[in-house]
């Protein structure tokens, strides 16, 4: 046993130094070759080496440039993409197909008033910039109508109640100013519908729901 562990330890040994020889012959033979060659042979050959590293790092510029490239394209994809989101959601939240909250303003509805009262009190909150409308729990789109004769009006045919809501998400100050100034809506409604009253409250915070009413259009198509 001890005779074939020394025979396998000086296999070995042997290998080792035949590994070390071939390398020091080599690397003899490369500084023999090195050094047969002229002054002018090495100074091109440091040239060429030199041109070399040069076109590398001119590689290596190009490819950071197009890494720099590339990520500001990402990111300003992805603030694109985040303001085309935004703007999905406001215009999605003002067409009524999303629920909506924020402050505004309730209009209390007490007596008789025709259809054509409340589309004017419509209108008048819409030019004042309500961002978002609802008569009771019906969600007001383009498209909506208030109609009927005083004490019998309804909306998308479904009858309004007396006293009913009409809520305007937007700014109260402006809401309630435009609404109750003199001369305004509140004051007109009061002189043509006489047992009629609004009464106008700022609210901190509405939720109005979305509308049930479909808006895709039956016959027109986009034209893009």
């Known amino acids: 046993m001890n005779r074939t562990a020394a025979q ?7 290998v080792v130094l035949g590994f070390l020889v071939v390398v020091q012959l080599r690397a003899q033979g490369t500084g ?57 959601r406001r215009l999605r939240a003002w067409a009524g197909l999303d629920a909506v909250t924020g402050p505004g303003v309730r209009v209390t509805v007490v007596g008789p008033i025709a259809g054509e009262g409340v589309m004017d009190l419509i209108n008048e909150l819409r030019n004042a910039g309500a961002e978002a409308l609802a008569i009771e729990d019906i969600r007001v789109v383009p498209g909506t109508v208030v109609a009927g004769p005083e004490a019998g009006i309804s909306v ?69």
């Open 8 to 14: 396998i330890a000086l296999a070995a040994v042997a």
């Open 32 to 88: 023999n070759e090195l050094t047969a060659r002229s002054a002018q042979e090495l100074t091109q050959l440091v040239a060429n080496l030199n041109e070399r590293n040069d076109q590398l790092r001119a590689e290596v510029a190009t490819l950071e440039a197009e890494l720099r490239d590339l990520d500001s394209a990402k990111a300003r994809g992805e603030s694109s993409l985040g303001e085309l989101g935004r703007d999905l």
């Open 156 to 224: 998308e045919d479904t009858p309004l109640a007396d006293p009913f809501t009409v809520e305007a998400i937007g700014s109260p100050e402006t809401l309630t100013g435009s609404l109750t100034r003199a001369g305004g809506i509140v004051a007109l409604l009061a002189a043509t519908y006489p047992s009629a009253h609004l009464t106008v409250t700022p609210v901190e915070r509405l939720a109005l729901s979305a509308t049930a009413r479909s808006l895709r259009p039956s016959h027109g198509t986009p034209r893009l």
